[in-house]
């Protein structure tokens, strides 16, 4: 499944924001067992009222939501890539995650220590971004040693790579992360250093703005500076308290309910940053239903049915014959499955349907 590495400087917020995370998992967790993989890393429930919704009409036995993989990489300072503290250690688990969430401190608190002397997510966040991009540039510069020595040899395909090695080099020299300039690469160049050198500035980036309890609910100006910044690159903004939010997860429901309530929110802020990092994935949800069992499913934005019908059960893909569907929002408004197939509200779609979020589907197959 995919993942999102949650990084930041030290005494951001982020084993507080991580243990908020997965406490919030173990407390769902009953029958899940496999909730917690490593101390560092969790799966945690991506909060969708649409299932309970469905679950409800259709008077299911069973609710089985789906999961986002939170990885907590502890370890980044300044240097970091220079082998500072477990730099190198730290930056090869950035490799392995689909996407990053930067924990920034937006909190000011004389208690807690800034390692950078006062508060500026901005500026951390370019910190965060300057070890990233020099370990790019190690990576490019590794590569065009090689590439270079082909292209002398005379070989056409390593002049193509130099080419774009060269484009890629170019802005990381200027000291910016790959994704803030993806329309000055071509799509090619994207893909090479996304899928064949695994840049970590190609990484979608999710910020986290980690504000005091005495910010809530509208933030602060340093939230305010880090949305402008993260316009930039067209990236999602979240803020959180990560100390209510660690309160919150031990509170129970009607406690939890009456918290939220003086702050004015109706829902905990770990529910935005679960939904925002899925979606910055590029994950989306259909959903099987029944009275059996409703379940939510996770496929890539772009999947087509077969495909989604192969994450339920092989055999479904490979004898897929068709996916009777309705949009979520079409079956509120009828009322349940039952009524949808009454009116002739459920569309029946072949191999080329791209799924939808929110899709409610059945497949047809031959076994
Ligand atoms: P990490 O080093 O990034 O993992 O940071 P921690 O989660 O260990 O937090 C560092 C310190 O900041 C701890 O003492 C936390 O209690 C405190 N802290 C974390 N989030 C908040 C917050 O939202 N407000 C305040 N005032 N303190 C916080």
New binding site residues.
């Given amino acids: 499944s995919l993942s999102c590495g949650i990084v930041?400087l030290?005494?951001?917020?982020?084993?507080?924001l991580f243990n908020a995370l997965t406490q919030t998992a173990k407390a769902q967790a009953a029958n899940y067992p496999f909730c917690t993989i490593e101390p560092n890393v969790g799966l945690v429930e991506v909060p969708d009222p649409r299932l309970y919704e469905i679950a409800r009409r259709e008077n299911s036995r069973k609710i089985t939501p789906t999961f986002v993989e939170f990885v907590d990489i502890?370890g980044l300072v300044r240097n970091a890539s220079k082998g500072e503290g477990l730099g190198n250690q730290f930056l090869a688990h950035i490799r392995e995650v689909d996407a990053i969430v930067q924990?920034l401190r937006c909190?000011e608190?004389p208690s807690?220590v800034h390692v950078e002397g006062d508060v500026n997510p901005v500026r951390d966040a370019q910190i965060i971004d300057i070890e990233l991009i020099a370990k790019d540039l190690q990576t490019v510069e590794k590569r065009l040693e090689k590439v270079q020595k082909m292209a002398r040899l005379g070989d056409k395909q390593a002049l193509q790579e130099l080419g774009m090695l060269e484009d890629i080099k170019k802005i990381l020299e200027n000291l910016e992360p790959l994704r803030r300039y993806r329309s000055h690469l071509s799509e090619e160049t994207w893909h090479y250093a996304q899928k064949t050198l695994f840049l970590l500035t190609t990484k979608p980036v999710l910020y986290v703005a980690?504000?005091?309890?005495s910010d809530l609910p509208e933030g602060n100006r340093w939230v305010k500076e880090l949305e402008e910044y993260a316009k930039g690159e067209g990236a999602p903004v979240v803020m959180v308290?990560?100390?209510l939010e660690a309160e919150l997860v031990e509170l129970a429901p009607e406690e939890k309910e009456e918290l939220l309530r003086v702050y004015g929110f109706d829902e905990p802020g770990l529910n935005r940053l679960v939904r925002e990092a899925y979606r910055t994935l590029g994950l989306i949800t259909f959903f099987t239903a029944g009275e059996k069992e409703t379940r939510a499913w996770t496929v890539l934005k772009g999947t087509k049915a077969p495909q989604a019908a192969g994450k339920i059960h092989s055999d479904m893909e490979r004898g897929f014959i068709a996916a009777e569907v309705i949009s979520y929002e079409d079956y509120i408004k009828v009322g349940s499955l039952s009524k949808a197939k009454e009116k002739g509200l459920v569309r029946l779609e072949g191999k080329d349907y791209v799924v939808q979020d929110g899709d409610i589907m059945y497949f047809r197959f031959n076994v």
């Fill in positions: 930041g030290p005494n951001v917020g982020k084993s507080t502890a924990v909190f608190d807690v980690n504000v005091g309890e308290c990560a100390k």
